[in-house]
């Protein structure tokens, strides 16, 4: 007993020592600057641990590795403030060229959306929520299959928040949605195009009209799906209109810095006209222009123009391309799922995530296991299971790969329980 509390003490010291010394280097303001090469000697050394998209097992991150045309571009216009339209001119132009293209992409008139570059998701989520605060609607439907931004942009605005319950197919209860606004009046309703857990799609426009018999709105989080539910359309997938062909749709989130294909940070925020987005429009005095858009300040050009860029290059025809791939690669990795019987898939795959669930052994011991042996996909909540985004980064051989470890992985853990 002696010798282990001897030990333990040693290493208490030890640590606390070596904590002092690391906070002394690294956590106190200079207060002489170092040689520039070795400033960036160290950053090397830092950056080559940290793990790269195309290179190691990260199979379960809604980023990827992106389009080196928008690392290009993004380089060009880094510098460029977005916050300050009238000196940045070009940059204003082309978000407004953006705006439009992701507007026209989900089905709404190009020469009418107006929208932003956010730094991601979550931004475009408290903005859209903010709008429809300042119209009016303060009262938010939130389903339980929404991201948890979603949940936090509602708290953060103080809004009224009611929860709408899942029907056995993951996707919002339209059934709960009608009981819920028959109880507490007229609200917005979100909705998601490519839910966060699952990758499923909710009946966007069965919730549309629910909405417009119930004076509601709908904002739709197609942060993940909104360059993808399109192109799956366009081959043919059996999903549903998720933008502002459906009438009580007044917002859409759709990220660039996700399947987009853009570095992070690139979120983005459509509205369905100028006049919803105006409360984004607020007074600044001291900036030439005189009004400030957004909900916080100073962006980078670079987000923009990295976007602009990559849909410019890619078009319509080279996304369909890499998520026909990317879809083509989930419903490989869920076919396996379906032939291994250590696995049980969660749900039919309706974009490129997919949920695996382990039978008999928790999911997140499998994810320990997993990510001991640095394989890195993330968990799904909504069912304990094992959640990989197959996103363009990720090949048909490494799936094959991963597909493999997983069925050992719960195989050990199965016997292990036994
Ligand atoms: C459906 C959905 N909405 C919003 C977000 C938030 O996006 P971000 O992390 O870019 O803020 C995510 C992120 O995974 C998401 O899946």
Redesign the pocket.
Known sequence: MGKYCLRAIVIFVVSWLVRGVLVVLYSRFPRSGVDWREVLRELQSRARIVPVHLLENIIGS?TTYPHPLGVEAFRLFWHANANDPLVFREIAKLESEVVSMLGDLLGGDPARVEGMITS????A?VSALYLAREHGYDTVYIPLNV?E?VVKAARFLRMNTVRVGLGSNYKISLEDLVEKLEKHGRGVIVA?A???GLGLVDPIPEVSKIALEYESIVHV?A??GGFIVPFLKAMGAPLPDIGFTNEAVVSV?I?P?KMGLAPIPA?GLVARSREWFEPLLFDSSYLPMGYQKGLFGTRTGGSIAATWAVIKSLGFDGYLNIVSECMSNAVFLAGFADYSPRLELATRPETPIVCIKPKGVEAKRVLGELWRRKWYPYHCGIVDGVRVVVMPHITREKLQEFAQVLDEVVGSLQASNT
């Open positions: 809604m991601g998701g979550s931004e989520n991201h931004s998601t490519g839910s966060t989080d942060a993940y989130t990220d810095h979120g």
